[in-house]
């Protein structure tokens, strides 16, 4: 289980419970698993770790996309905005405003 709390508040609240969970709750939720991790294992823990001196070939390509971006990122950004047509102000207002209209139904009498 590697995500306790998250599976206990969806039982709850699929169980109609969420409303009395409690801190105590919660907080048994998060400490048994921590406790849990925390145990001492009898297994050896065998780490091996492998460092190379020498950088990657591609960490000078990777070094020089990233400059190439930041130029790029730093540059002004340049738009080009219309008041009419399909792709206007006045047509996304109005599709906007359209939408805020019909948001909620009408009530039929």
Known sequence: RTRPLLEALDYAQRTNTIGSISAADVSRTITAPAVLASAQSNA??????????????DNERMVAVLDRLDERLNEPFVTVNTVTG???IQRAQEEYDRLMKNKSPKSKK
């Open 86 to 88: 399909e792709h206007g």
């Open 44 to 57: 050896p823990t065998v780490v091996n770790n492998t460092y190379n001196s020498a950088p990657a070939p």
